[in-house]
């Protein structure tokens, strides 16, 4: 028999898997999977056995399996990645920024006050200046 005779081997065509996106939690991530495992051609050869035809069978399932748990694995990955830098972000925020705010911001709310205060100290000084100017007057 010469090289290259008898049935003829085709190459399988590779499977077509396309995610569908969602975005949650701020994450844009994978959230359902489309697997489409392509038929044997016409052209390749019959499997010899039915336990050729079984492992044809457990491969597609297999492919669409590994598809999924891609899917799954991949959003899984992005939302816990995400919800670490939020958990992170208002750690932050808690321990650093928050407290430079209430520190502003009772600093502005004791301005007031202390201008009411200066005033006041004030309105006394020229009222006990213009009572001594006419005293002396």
């Given amino acids: 028999m010469r090289k290259g005779a008898g049935p003829s081997r085709t190459r399988p065509r590779p499977a077509d898997v396309t995610f569908g996106w969602t975005t949650s939690m701020g994450a844009h991530h994978p959230s359902e999977v489309s697997c489409t495992?392509?038929?044997?051609?016409?052209?390749?050869?019959?499997?010899?056995?039915?336990?050729?035809?079984n492992a044809e069978a457990a491969y597609r399932r297999?492919?669409?399996?590994?598809?999924?748990?891609?899917?799954?694995?991949?959003?899984?990955?992005?939302?816990?990645?995400?919800?670490?830098?939020?958990r992170q972000r208002v750690r932050a925020l808690q321990r650093h920024?928050?407290?430079?705010?209430?520190?502003?911001?009772a600093?502005?709310?004791?301005t007031p006050e202390q201008s009411e205060h200066e005033d006041a100290v004030r309105r006394r000084w020229a009222t006990h200046m213009l009572e001594e100017g006419e005293s002396h007057g």
């Fill in 37 to 53: 495992v392509p038929a044997r051609p016409p052209t390749a050869a019959a499997p010899g056995n039915t336990a050729l035809i």
């Fill in 97 to 105: 920024r928050i407290p430079r705010l209430q520190e502003a911001l």
């Fill in 62 to 86: 297999a492919v669409a399996a590994a598809a999924d748990h891609a899917c799954n694995r991949a959003a899984a990955r992005i939302v816990g990645a995400e919800a670490l830098s939020t």
């Fill in 107 to 110: 600093r502005a709310d004791l």
